[in-house]
């Protein structure tokens, strides 16, 4: 059978922001659809009732199958429900659809039907557009996340874009050409394509209402649709985002990593205008032009910190920085904004000139 997801969607939050899902589905005739919820993990979520039930014009919602073995006769056989409590999502997959299974559902947490839930409209057609499964990204607040965009044609000059799912659209947020959008700035990177034609997006500074639905692809391609959710219980220390300094003068600034992970390479990059340049990594290397002014001052292995010191400042040294650590195909970044002010003239004006 055809599996068959998301046609649109945008994020709901009738009760509380911690499940969110696909408001739209559209599935074929004979073929199947799943609908996948996230939920933040705490542990009344995790051990709750998790249920879907189907909206009747009386406006009451008639439970179909819930965690507690309950299935409506109506639906025996061709509906199943997978709950996943480490990844904070369960997933509802009906097959055998039936053009009578169009209409208004709830999928939720909770004892009652009204509780924690996400509103969806299913619409089964004839034919419907194929698209592949969503995959789960998890962060922490104020941490960073990497997701890997599907291979693609290694030859392609096609725009990368990264975009969020609204109700009948998806609204860019960053591409490949050097747009990013307001809320992002300094903190998101699309990478060149790798030699497989796959690319990550690289998002730090992570903040809650980054969770949600979104797209990474090329244009004109089948784009990965992808769930990312940020824990709001983090443990990440909050650290500043800006710091000043006079031209002439130096900046230090301590940048942290999970110090239990083994990263290839500890770095410093230049962001601006959605792509980031190297400056210098713990290998030794030092772009041209911060030589002798830029260094890798300290690093503490047991707390995953390192310090960056920038000697000699210009005004042309304001800017978003990033620092970031590999480790594979995953990268952990923070950034931090640079503001250089003209350095101070000190003169003495007698009062007294005659």
């Given at each position: 059978?055809?599996?068959l ?64 073995g ?26 055998d659809?039936?053009?009578s ?7 939720g ?41 599907p ?60 969770s ?74 030092v ?56 350095e ?11």
């Amino acid at each position: 059978m055809v599996f068959l997801f998301l046609l649109a969607a945008l994020l709901q939050e009738p009760v509380s922001s911690s499940l969110y899902g696909p408001r739209f589905l559209t599935g074929e005739v004979g073929g199947s659809v799943t609908h996948q919820c996230f939920y933040s993990i705490s542990p009344a979520n995790k051990y709750d009732r998790k249920y879907c039930c189907r909206i009747a014009r009386s406006g009451v919602c008639f439970t179909i199958i819930s965690t507690t073995g309950y299935i409506s006769k109506d639906y025996t056989g061709r509906v199943s429900l997978k709950d996943i409590p480490q990844n904070g999502t369960f997933m509802v997959t009906m097959t055998d659809l039936r053009s009578s299974d169009t209409g208004s559902y709830r999928c939720g947490i909770g004892i009652t039907n009204r509780d924690l839930y996400v509103s969806l409209n299913l619409t089964v057609l004839a034919d419907a557009e194929v698209l592949g499964p969503t995959d789960l990204v998890q962060g922490m607040l104020r941490g960073s996340v990497t997701v890997l965009c599907p291979p693609s044609d290694t030859q392609s000059s096609k725009k990368r874009f990264w975009c969020k799912l609204g109700r009948s659209s998806c609204v860019l947020i960053a591409d490949s050409d050097g747009y990013v959008g307001r809320s992002y700035q300094g903190r998101i990177f699309i990478t060149p394509q790798e030699s497989s034609g796959a690319f990550k997006v690289l998002i730090n500074d992570l903040r809650k209402e980054d969770s949600g639905l979104y797209r990474c692809g090329m244009e004109k391609l089948s784009p990965l649709v992808v769930a990312l959710q940020v824990t709001t219980a983090s443990a990440l220390p909050k650290r500043p985002k800006f710091l000043s300094g006079t031209v002439g003068g130096s900046l230090s600034w301590k940048c942290h990593c999970d110090p239990k992970g083994a990263y290839e390479k500890k770095y410093l990059c230049r962001w601006k205008e959605g792509s980031c340049s190297l400056l210098l990594d713990a290998d030794g290397f030092v772009h041209e032009s911060y030589k002798g002014r830029i260094q890798i001052a300290s690093s503490d292995q047991e707390n995953g910190t390192y310090v960056v010191v920038l000697s000699h400042l210009r005004e042309e040294d304001a800017g978003w920085y990033w620092c970031g650590a590999n480790n594979g195909h995953t990268e952990h970044t923070s950034s931090v904004k640079l503001h250089i002010q003209k350095e101070l003239i000190k003169c003495c004006i007698s009062l007294e000139l005659k």
